[in-house]
């Protein structure tokens, strides 16, 4: 991210093309070498990745974004010895309104935009699973901000287990490096719902606030460690009274879990997460130079996985035959508080309401949505057992489309739902 996401890279050219599968196949996924503009996204040079002294160019998005882990330094996460099952059934026919009354199929989706995986799933079942650009299903994914949800999950488990005594506790109170500090005056309830207060930009120019935290994070240019959240010293308001998004607060919450449970997150994850979820493939989660991860970012895992993560949240933390996250904590995690009219849709932003770390659909049906820069993102509804993981590779950090992916979303849950 060293000026707008300079990225150090360390691999060579991408991994073979894979073999394409026939196309609405039930019994497996579906591959190809293209997509949409896929020539400016490196096709012709096997979608590389970028180089360490660089900026990173947009032919380098695609090798970049299934490379993160070996990219910059990662912590593992081990899955378990097997796999929990996802059984699959054909592809249904799926229609969304493109704009301006067109009705497109997931067909048109992918040709206009650049999608890198899509995945769609109902009841447990993998309804949709196709690659683009040369994108393999054994390739981990990094979410970008889309780990902060997991960051929330943790929390809350955390919480459960006794480690976190109350969310008016404030982070100084489990991180002594924090004492004295802006974020650790801050109470951990609007920490979780980035209503800290504290003065923090977030707009991806390379110049931002968000830039300084990722160089003296994982980038290694600093330190690393709770000590580099200091820096952010200028309170605004009061706490608890306005949305403003700022991944430091993350980083806070993440530090928080690692000094009340004297566990690192990944490790952390992996016991309390990723085995129980019965991921088929290992995680990781990048860290800085004091070993703590990245906890606003970074989080690297195959797409069924990450299907799987959504899975367990449509079904409000159940997965597998076991209570995963404490069902308590994910509806109150992905609904809004009616006495904290701050986070509601509509308010929070012009579109999107805001929960512990979590997106929260409008509407009058509890949706939302886990959301990663350069187009991550994970949609669920509960209600329906719905999960849409769509992982993407767009040329900006934010959406120029107009909305495309929730276009999509919304004819999905058209189509699927009862």
Known sequence: MRRALVLTLLLAACAPEPAPAPPHAASAP???????????????AGYPPGVRTRRMERAELVGSFTAYDRIWTARPIHGPPVASPLAREPEPAIRYDAGGGAQRDIDHYLASNPATALLIAKDGRLLVERYQYARRDDMRFTSFSMAKTITAMLFGIAMSEGHIRSLD?????YVPELRGSQYGRTPLRALLSMSSGVAFSEVYDGKDDVSKLARDGFVGVGSGGPAVLRQFAARERAPDTKFSYASAETQVLGAVIVAATGRSLADYAGEKIWRPLGAEADASWLIDRAGLEAAFCCFQAVARDWLRLGLMLANDGAWNGRQIVPRAWIVAATSVDPARRHLAPGTATRYFGYGYQTWIFPGPDRTFALLGVYGQTIAVDPANRIVMVHLSARATPTDPSGGQTFALWRGVRAALAK
């Open 30 to 44: 579906v591959f190809s070498a293209g997509g949409w503009e896929a020539d400016a996204l490196g096709r012709a």
């Open 169 to 173: 506790d404030t982070a100084e109170t």
